[in-house]
């Protein structure tokens, strides 16, 4: 047997487990999107684009803004502390960068909902936060600090930050340390090498991570229904009751598809960042060669 | 030197806040659940008398149970198709764009897209739904994760071997068995170890596809029903056995295939 059509055999069991179990069903919520809702919850096969006219609707527009911004100031706070996080890490003695790498990667692999819930033992009236508080000297009411906004970000912050230090700690750890020197040398300032030398040619790091974080965050509904107590409903949770409790399946289908659009638009951002990053280098090292 | 001294303070600042952050909260749930009072008030005293109801509690030994049999049958078919899958791709000497966009897809696509489209899917098709469409389920992204483990290690495979094996007569069985298997073998244990990891966890999903009734109650289903009528001791006893196996899985995984989460 020729190696082309070997290689076609292995991969066919897997490539049609996905195509059944994935793609199959994700074109169907796509057609899903375009169908009616029935008088009695079911599908009406009439073709429409009403439901995703009515994603632009000023109430669930509101709710998409929403989460755009709870989950860009998630991402934007997991980077700042994922990259110093990273910065940390590629400054250590060489011998302990997997070691530290390792036990930061470590708490994204234990179960989501429990992290999640552990927020909920810190945060609620008699938790850690208020006995420290107490500890201190503070007498006065428990602060409400869970069910509100800030948990949530807290939350999702929490959850991701271990994949931005791994994003990042990735192109931090292949920087050339003689190119900071050579901008010493130069007479550039701490600040500027930084900002001139070391931040542009980390870019695709912290593309790669806050992508990563918006994406996980604007489609969760786990964390703003613990940790928002059902008081900050996110994209996520919208699509969880279209198709649970109001039992309107194209409707919340249309949301999915508006999800993925989304999710799309921000990785197309990112390949246009890495490109440029990747161009300045380019540009860099075509600046030495010529 | 004064500067590099600072700097170096600096750093080291910012990795203990960094690792308090992202272990003190943990850390006070598994304390708490070896607390004897049971508030998350005060501690009163060690005690595990946590753990001892846990091990009465019918409903989360019955979810415990459903989670094993998914994980176990889940993970033994992906990292069968996800291993083929691997081999084949790395085989080859070119494939496209759109294969390796079928394969990243899983791992990418949001737990709750890829939920409703299985819902909806197996309700077209009138299937029943239960353990068997969650793990039909799981197989998608789990196969993806076994399959990119096994590639990388296959990317510094010398293929010239397989042919000299052939060469000398071998079957392709024999190749595979004595040759290609030997070599990735430690990275198709750590994607099983992964995959059953990832399966164990998996909450949204099988939230989707287990059905009505509660007798496919996953344990993370399971959990999130407990968590959300608050905080129990019961729970951080729980969560501090999940927390405690999946740590040690991707311990071991992680020493089988030095690399797959420092890459």
């Not at chain 2, 909260?25 to 659940?33: E, F, G």
């Not at chain 2, 791709?89 to 696509?109: D, N, T, V």
């Not at chain 2, 289903?221 to 129990?232: E, P, S, V």
Request: charged share 10%; proline share 4%.
């Amino acid at each position: 047997m020729t190696r082309p059509s070997r290689s076609s055999l292995l991969m066919a069991p897997a490539l049609a487990w996905l195509a059944a179990l994935m793609v199959v069903p994700c074109a169907l919520v796509l057609a899903l999107a375009f169908f009616r809702r029935g008088i009695y919850g079911g599908i009406e096969y009439t073709f429409t684009l009403e439901n995703f006219g009515l994603v632009f609707d000023p109430l669930y527009a509101g709710i998409f803004l929403n989460s755009a911004r709870i989950a860009g100031t998630a991402t934007l706070i997991a980077v700042v502390i994922g990259y110093a996080a990273a910065y940390a890490i590629a400054a250590a003695p060489r011998r302990w960068q997997p070691v530290f790498l390792f036990f930061a990667v470590l708490p994204f692999w234990s179960n989501y909902l429990i992290r999640t819930y552990a927020w909920i033992v810190l945060l609620n009236r008699e938790g850690l936060i208020t006995q420290l508080l107490r500890w201190f000297g503070y007498t006065g009411e428990p602060p409400s600090m869970l069910y509100t906004e800030g948990a949530v970000i807290a939350g999702l912050v929490y959850n991701y930050l271990p994949f931005v230090i791994l994003a990042c700690y990735a192109p931090l750890s292949r920087l050339n340390p003689e190119l900071a020197e050579a901008s010493r040398d130069l007479g550039a300032s701490a600040a500027t090498t930084f900002r001139r030398v070391i931040l542009p040619l980390t870019v695709p790091g912290i593309a790669a991570g806050a992508v990563f974080v918006f994406v996980l965050s604007i489609g969760n509904f786990v964390t703003p229904a613990l940790l928002g107590g059902g008081r900050f409903q996110m994209i996520g949770n919208l699509v969880y009751d279209q198709f649970l409790t109001a039992n309107d399946w194209p409707f919340g289908a249309a949301l999915a598809m508006a999800l993925i659009a989304i999710m799309l638009l921000v990785l197309m951002a990112q390949a246009l960042a890495a490109n440029r990053a990747s161009g300045h280098v380019t540009q860099a090292g075509g600046g030495t060669d010529g | 030197m004064n500067h590099s001294f600072a700097r170096s303070f600096g750093m080291r600042t910012i990795l203990v806040l960094v690792f308090a952050f992202l272990y003190i909260p943990i850390a006070v749930l598994a304390a708490l659940s070896f607390n004897e009072g049971g508030l998350p008030t005060a501690w009163s005293g060690f005690s595990l008398k946590w753990y001892a109801s846990l091990a009465g509690n019918s409903a989360i030994l019955s979810a415990a149970l459903n989670t094993l049999i998914v994980a176990l049958i889940s993970t033994a078919i992906a990292t069968l198709l996800g291993t083929l899958l691997a081999i084949g791709i790395e085989m080859r000497r070119q494939y496209g764009k759109g294969l390796e966009a079928l394969i990243f897809a899983p791992m990418i696509i949001p737990d709750i897209v890829l939920a409703i489209a299985l819902l909806s899917f197996f309700s077209m098709l009138n299937l029943t739904m239960g353990l068997h469409t969650i793990i039909l389920a799981h197989v998608v992204f789990n196969l993806a994760f076994v399959c990119s483990v096994v590639r990388a290690r296959l990317k510094s495979f010398d293929w010239s071997i397989v042919e000299a094996s052939a060469d000398l007569g071998a079957s392709a069985i024999t190749t595979f068995r004595r040759v290609t298997l030997p070599v990735i073998a430690p990275a198709v244990i750590a994607g099983a170890l992964l995959a059953f990891t990832l399966s164990v966890d998996e909450f949204i999903i099988a939230f989707f596809t287990a059905g009505a009734g509660r007798a496919s109650t996953t344990l993370p289903m399971q959990i999130y029903a407990m968590i959300r009528f608050g905080i129990t001791p019961e729970i951080n006893a729980l969560a501090t056995i999940v927390m405690a196996v999946s740590i040690t899985a991707l311990t071991l995984s992680q020493r089988l295939n030095r690399g797959i989460i420092g890459q």
